[in-house]
């Protein structure tokens, strides 16, 4: 099970990200995060990966997918780094820059 919470700041828009990262549920957060960019284009996105107890290599190309596009991937914890330095090696595989593990371009 899959939970996705839309923390509104005033530049930033948090998706806070809780449980299993695996289909269907993957699909159902890029729907939330483009329903996020379409609703407010000038604003940051975040998805906090703190919460995220396992996810699959297409949860993972999807966050990759998503960084490349703008999102910055935060999060604690060895397993949301691991997850988050393997987005950014899954970005610089498609020629845009990685992520660190607090979700900054290298």
Do not use: F
């Not at 000038?42 to 999102?71: C, F, K």
């Amino acid at each position: 099970m899959l939970k996705v919470t839309i923390v509104n700041d005033e530049e930033v828009i948090r998706l806070v990200v809780e449980g299993r990262l695996v289909e269907p549920e993957t699909s159902e957060l890029l729907h939330t995060w483009l329903r996020a960019r379409a609703a407010d284009p000038r604003a940051s996105i975040e998805v906090d990966l703190s919460g995220v107890t396992y996810a699959d290599r297409a949860a993972t190309e999807s966050l990759a997918t998503m960084n490349r596009q703008g999102a910055r991937l935060i999060g604690t914890g060895v397993m949301t780094r691991a997850l988050i330095d393997q987005a950014g090696r899954v970005c610089a595989n498609h020629r845009a820059g990685p992520v660190d593990q607090q979700g900054r371009s290298k």
